[in-house]
């Protein structure tokens, strides 16, 4: 079993809906990353906390410590916003990043 | 545009072959990385360097020969590989261990 669990592994939508993925770890960690994949390879870091709540743009990501789960939000969805979304983690004292599988999300127009 | 580029993008090479990825970033940061994405798996950290000194080795084959000559430039050497080593090697850049990493496009590696 991965450490790092995310859900669901696909997720099809219409441009305009509000889309959640979930990520859920089984291990102490000192931050959560949330990281967006296009097609093609490239991936670029949305965000990184530790507590509570980031914003940016149409995306948010929360994260829950007692529970062990973060979620990432986009609101307005639009088809450019169709890419692969990571959850990795870090742990406290290693400089090693622990990923989930993705969530392939596909937004029609 | 991450600030991170690696080259070649694409590479195609047989078993007895040696080549090199280049991974250099120019966001004056020290610590680099370098990743291997296979098809269906989680990204799998492979080696770490900060301030130039190799801290992470993830129990890589030798086949794999890591090089970072300054805090810019970063290499993998690659010396018979197997076709199971095909997939998409990123490299990344941060500050320092521990912050936000930014990543390379990847250079998506075929080996016959």
């Known amino acids: 079993k991965n450490e790092v669990e995310q859900s669901p592994q696909n997720l099809t939508a219409q441009e305009g809906e509000f889309i959640t993925i979930n990520c859920s770890y089984s291990v102490g960690i000192s931050a959560l990353h949330w990281l967006q994949q296009h097609p093609g390879g490239g991936i670029v870091s949305l965000f990184m906390l530790s507590s509570g709540k980031k914003k940016h743009g149409r995306l948010i990501a929360t994260i829950n410590i007692q529970e062990k789960h973060s979620s990432l939000h986009i609101t307005a969805s639009h088809p450019r916003d169709s890419a692969v979304y990571i959850c990795?983690?870090?742990?406290?004292?290693?400089?090693?990043?622990?990923f989930g599988k993705g969530t392939k999300l596909t937004v029609n127009p | 545009e991450t600030g991170v580029t690696q080259t070649p993008r694409h590479l195609v090479m047989g078993m007895t072959n040696k080549k090199s990825l280049k991974c250099e970033q120019h966001l004056g940061h020290n610590a680099m990385y370098w990743y291997k994405q296979s098809a269906k798996k989680p990204l799998e950290l492979m080696f770490v360097y900060s301030l130039e000194e190799r801290v992470e080795n993830n129990s890589v084959p030798s086949r794999f020969s890591p090089e970072c000559p300054n805090s810019s430039h970063l290499f993998l050497h690659l010396h018979t590989l197997q076709p199971e080593d095909s997939a998409l090697y990123l490299c990344?850049?941060?500050?320092?261990?521990?912050?936000?990493?930014?990543f390379g496009p990847g250079t998506r590696l075929l080996v016959l």
């Open positions: 990344a850049s941060s500050r320092s261990i521990q912050e936000t990493q930014y």
């Open positions: 990795a983690v870090s742990q406290g004292g290693s400089e090693k990043l622990v």
